[in-house]
């Protein structure tokens, strides 16, 4: 439950600086923040205490969930006036209230199970994270778009005091009460500023860890044995004889290429 310790300064301090501000858009992401922090917070807790120790919420109410505050998430968006989708280098792709509703909240349970599931090493989710948000600071300051701005270099600043403590080896670990969070973070945030697509060069090692675990999951129902030798990608790597802090090092390394072809590819 280590992701309390930056979940909670950094929706504090967000809220005091952007709604006494009148920044009344905000009000999406913490929402959507406290929604997911709320159900991770309760998972964490079931695996920790009382006679369901180490089982937490079953995998189809955390789904329900997930789909549900994505699509209100969704469906705020597109009230806010801010539900457009730029595909860079072909410009902006018209699409129906609805066609926005399915395509975001898609975008988002795809990002937050994408982060959770990068959450198995030390400081892997923490600074692939941290990269992605600060790809996104930089494309929403040359916008002009303060809200959005504030919000990721305040995620970047909590996650950078938390890495403190969760380098290798790690004090402790955020859990689900912060991978799912910084997930949907993730994903409102780019739906905010209308770059979607851009969280698969951002957030390249989380589209790796999903593919691989789709890629598993088929192999195994259709091969019946497994593509990879274990999934999430970075434990396969392990398993191929690859020390942790190698793992997490060389996806950092794949993580800031990605946030640097985000923020070029923005421009386009």
């Known amino acids: ?17 952007c709604l006494t501000a009148g920044r009344w858009d905000v009000l999406i992401p913490l929402g959507v923040a406290l929604a997911l922090g709320a159900l991770g917070i309760v998972d964490d807790l079931r695996t920790l205490v009382g006679k369901t120790r180490s089982a937490g919420l079953s995998p189809a109410f955390k789904w329900v969930v997930e789909i549900v505050v994505s699509v209100v998430a969704a469906y705020a968006i597109q009230l806010s006036g801010r539900g ?16 926005y509703i399915v395509f975001a909240a898609f975008v988002l349970v ?3 199970s994408s982060v959770a599931i990068t959450d198995g090493l030390d400081s892997l989710a923490a600074t692939t994270c941290s990269l992605a948000f600060l790809a996104f ?9 303060v809200t959005t701005a504030s919000l990721c270099a305040t995620l970047v600043g909590g996650i950078l005091a938390y890495l403190w403590f969760n380098a290798f080896p790690a004090q402790m670990w955020m859990g689900d009460a912060g991978s799912l969070p910084l997930g949907g973070l993730l994903g409102v945030i780019a739906l905010l500023l209308g770059e979607p697509f851009l969280l ?13 675990d789709i890629a598993q999951v088929l ?8 593509i990879l030798r274990y999934a999430p990608l970075h434990h396969h790597f392990e398993r191929v ?9 060389r996806f950092w390394i794949a993580g800031a290429v990605g946030a640097i072809v985000a923020i070029l590819a923005s421009q386009q």
Not at 1 to 17: C, E
Not at 200 to 211: D, H, K
């Open 200 to 212: 698969i060069p951002a957030g390249i090692v989380f589209v790796a860890n999903a593919l691989a």
């Open 1 to 17: 439950m280590g992701g309390i310790v930056f979940l909670v300064p950094v929706l504090t301090v967000i809220s005091i600086y």
């Open 137 to 145: 600071w930089v494309i929403a300051t040359t916008r002009g778009d």
């Open 219 to 226: 192999s195994m129902k259709i091969r019946g044995r497994r």
């Open 241 to 249: 004889g690859w020390k942790e802090t190698w793992v997490v090092q």
């Open 110 to 112: 795809a990002t937050t």
């Open 84 to 99: 457009l989708v730029h595909v860079p280098f072909f410009g902006l792709i018209p699409l129906p209230w609805w066609g």
